[in-house]
């Protein structure tokens, strides 16, 4: 047990550092294969990222995890197109869109501005060409606060977005929320470029029960 998880470590650490002459895809099938849930989680909290873990542990890999990934490489293509001030990176078998506080929240706002409600309006036009796929929704804060508060208002945050994209076209059985507070920076929070970076909300997208499903069909043939 202990050689097969020191390989899927192995495995995943030079799919994530090196390989370049493989694509997103390819990546995604064999990251997929190798890993799973422990791993993902893993992952996850040691890089900060939390929507990183959670796509490589909900994987299905092999050729399944391929036909997804060349779906969600499509969507991420029509993401980046759409919403140009967005981090929108693909991983595994899912896509994680980053908006910083510029896009969504201003400092200590969880209310959203005309414009956030724009650029989710943006991105609400490619979520709806891709219906077969799950979104989580992320919220982070920086580290200035109290654990309580932080915690209250990166929770704000995801519920605001949630129930802003439910209302204009998504599915509710589509969205789901996870608040963070400030336990998951992916920046420096010793800068306020870093801060600002930090308070973020963060889409995970990947493949629902009927994209896994058409995927194993078409592999199959």
Known sequence: MTKILFINLVSLCILLGGCKSMNRTQKGAVIGTASGGAIGAVIGRASGNTALGAIIGATVGGVSGAG??????????????KLPDAKVERVGEGIIVEFNE???????????????????????????KYP???????????????????????EKRATNVSHYLSQHGI???????KAYGKDAPKYDNNTESGRAQNRRVEFLISA??????????ESAK
């Open 171 to 177: 599915n509710s059985s589509r969205l789901s929320t």
């Open 132 to 154: 077969d796929t799950d979104i989580q929704v992320q919220g982070h804060t920086d580290i200035r606060g109290t654990e309580e508060y932080n915690m209250s208002l990166s």
């Open 208 to 217: 629902n029960e009927k994209m896994k499903e058409d995927a194993k069909k």
């Open 102 to 128: 510029k896009i969504l929240f201003g400092f200590d706002k969880s209310d959203l501005s005309p414009a956030s409600k724009k650029n989710l309006d943006k991105a609400i036009t490619v979520l709806n």
């Open 68 to 81: 997804i990934g060349r779906k969600m490489d499509k969507q991420a293509e029509e993401m980046k197109k």
